[in-house]
């Protein structure tokens, strides 16, 4: 995997500028994912966007016996928010509203966001593993507010949802939402996601003014390019915008 800065980002059309106002109003945690495909070529990218800065950077781990090597990056003191691995596979998480009625409860411990993306990164191969990978495991809670009462039941929130893509152009969207996960497969050449939950826009944030904004970058272009992504990315980003990631999925590039 090879890590390269970003280049200078392109002027932006009168339709992206339209949505200027509303951006400026973006909810404390405001975080863009997609993959862009066509062809041989396969981007992936997040914007990283929280009100406090207490460190970020990436994290580089070499394959070993049995497990893929990858990069993430996040919260010096935090758990990986994205990353690719050595075989082409993107990952990434951003929140989600979480209605304050909705709980899961199960009878296993869910799993540690501290440790989810990177098992996965590690373990799997393409979106259709990662998927299976998934569905073994216990449903991951992005907070670890997790609550176990006298009968040995957990109760906590699942407020995230994940994108997940490969180097085939496969990507899929992850969401834990009322007792199950619910897979949304990517149509086309792109998938987004910002804040809201697909399988569930009524639960909050959702009209979202950069899902929009993004939409129309994609469906505008001509094709899969860094110039592109790194409009999407641009049009988006705000004053807590803390990094952006951009991942060359066929031939192993990131881009900080």
Known sequence: MKMKSAGTLPVLPP??????ALLLIAPARACTVFCYSQG???????????????GFGLLFVPAAAGTHGWVCGGRFSGPCADGMNDQGLFAAVA????????????????????????SLLANCA???????????????TLY????Q???????????????IADRSGDSAVLEWYRGKLNVVRKHGRYQLMTNFLLTDPAAGSYPCPRYLADT???????????????????????GITRYSLLCDLANGDVHV
């Not at 009462?149 to 994108?163: R, V």
């Open 40 to 54: 041989n070529s396969v981007l992936a990218g997040r914007s990283f966007d929280v009100p406090d800065d207490p």
């Open 149 to 163: 009462d006298f009968l040995g039941y957990y109760t906590f929130d699942t407020p995230g949802h994940f994108l």
């Open 144 to 147: 670890g507010q997790v609550h």
């Open 126 to 140: 393409s979106v259709d593993e990662a998927i299976n990978w998934c569905r073994k495991l216990p449903t991951p």
């Open 216 to 238: 129309g970058v994609f469906d505008q272009a001509t094709g899969p390019g860094l110039e592109t992504c790194r409009q999407v990315l641009d049009t988006t980003a705000q």
């Open 15 to 20: 339709l992206i500028l339209a949505f200027g």
């Open 95 to 118: 929140d989600v509203p979480v209605p304050a009625s909705h709980t899961t409860t199960s009878s296993r411990r869910p799993a540690s966001i501290q440790t989810f993306i990177t």
